[in-house]
């Protein structure tokens, strides 16, 4: 019972601290489990293991299997890989003792990542987005399935905290998804959406659970002047202060054509906001990489670029914040146009009225679920008029929007905190 009560907890699936929404809903989750159990013990399997961030946050990291397997370079290297690290991460869990007998048979990556599967006492899926179609023949979807076929083939009790999962636009997909989380204790989805899939793919009911995401509990300090970044001003407070986030083209799914078009569109709308309202705009660094096709900063500069004749009403920071830091600043905005969804997450936290452009079921699945249905716009096909029509409602609503944000959100939270004890309670009394 006492291994149970201070268990070790493998955390998979974390993508990197260079996205700020990851990063937070990798605190978030050990947070809640460490509060939820007495003591436990953490390892973190992250596609960027050497990372600053996961240094600051005390727990063992290791390499993720898409990590290992993105060490090669080359595409026919990289499938080479996945093949041989499958068989040999399959060998080692059927027969455990090969890794000590084996010492100088595997590299020290593969070692350490077997080593944590063994050490483990439960596996739990990190929160957010890892199972989606991307990439022309959806390699990136095997490795992060893999993280979860591992937990299984080493027999570890495997838990889900709150995510979205899709869209799925391959049948093997939706298959492979029933298999592998239809074998969990417990999934926690974040959205109705999710909700709809789990079904309609066969996962099984007694095992789905629904809670926010855990982003909405993030922590919320006052913060010291000094660590703000230089490049934060406050400009125009008596005209308003409006808080941007835009996307990069990040995978295949978005295509260049749509992503000009979004940047058309919000240039034109955040234009015509300045000139009707003399209002400021902020576009804030979400998400800085680890890539340069993830790093909002560049799609910054194009829209900024667009929007000829304002530029002095407009501020870029591109200092790469932190999660908390970023959250405090989103609270010194009277709006928030969050491209990105734990930016709006993050805004609507510190009371503050906004509106999502979604580029994934993700976003308006979570603002359906949360009763915030108004307040979101399709990434696709995304007009200039009706973007600045929504930006203007926004604008001249936000007092009432902000009223009932506030009424909503204790609730919210409330939910959210339920995560953590659930595993716990499930493991601790018998599921382990």
């Given at each position: ?84 690290g499958s068989i040999l991460s399959l ?248 491209g990105r969804l ?91």
């Amino acid at each position: 019972m006492e291994k149970k009560e201070s268990p070790t907890i493998l955390l998979v699936n974390f993508h990197s601290a260079c996205n700020a929404g990851d990063a937070a809903l990798l605190e978030c989750a050990i947070h809640q489990l460490k509060t939820s159990f007495s003591n436990p013990t953490f390892i973190v399997s992250a596609n960027y293991p050497d990372e600053a961030f996961l240094q600051t946050l005390k727990v063992n990291v290791v390499p993720s299997f898409s990590a290992i397997v993105n060490q090669q370079k080359n595409p026919l290297g990289q499938v080479i890989s996945f093949v041989i690290g499958s068989i040999l991460s399959l060998f080692i869990s059927i027969s455990p003792k090969m890794l000590d007998i084996g010492h100088g048979a595997f590299s020290n990556t593969w070692r350490r990542l077997w080593k944590a599967y063994q050490e483990a006492d439960l596996v739990v899926g990190c929160p957010g987005n890892q199972f989606f179609s991307m990439g022309r023949f959806g390699f990136p979807f095997l490795l992060s399935a893999m993280s979860v076929l591992l937990a299984h083939a080493f027999r570890k009790p495997f838990y889900v905290m709150p995510q979205s999962i899709g869209p799925l636009k391959r049948a093997w997909e939706r298959w492979l998804i029933k298999k592998l989380y239809g074998k969990a204790r417990i999934i926690f989805v974040r959205d109705n959406i999710t909700l709809d899939l789990a079904r309609n793919i066969g996962l099984p009911s007694q095992k789905i659970r629904y809670a926010p995401d855990l982003a909405f509990d993030y922590m919320d300090a006052e913060l010291e002047s000094n660590i703000l970044p230089n490049a934060f001003q406050l400009h125009d407070l008596e005209y308003g202060a409006i808080g941007v986030t835009v996307i990069r083209k990040m995978t295949r799914t978005l295509l260049s054509e749509d992503i000009e078009h979004y940047y058309y569109a919000m240039a034109a709308a955040l234009k015509r906001m300045i000139q009707q309202y003399n209002m400021h705009v902020y576009f804030f660094p979400q998400v800085t990489g680890p890539t340069s096709w993830e790093d909002d900063r560049i799609a910054a500069k194009r829209v900024i670029q667009l929007m000829e004749g304002v530029q002095q009403k407009i501020s870029l920071i591109e200092e790469p914040l932190t999660p908390q830091v970023l959250k405090f600043l989103y609270g010194y905005m009277d709006i928030f146009i969050a491209g990105r969804l734990h930016s709006g997450i993050f805004a609507l936290g510190r009371g503050v009225p906004t509106l999502f452009i979604g580029y994934l079921t993700k976003t308006r699945g979570v603002t359906d679920s949360i009763g915030m249905n108004e307040w979101v716009l399709d990434f696709k096909n995304l007009s200039e008029h009706d973007l600045y029509s929504k930006i203007e409602e926004l604008w001249l609503n936000r007092v009432s929007v902000k009223e009932h944000l506030l009424q909503k959100l204790p609730i919210i939270v409330h939910l959210v905190r339920t995560v953590g004890r659930e595993i716990a309670n499930d493991f601790i009394g018998g599921g382990g």
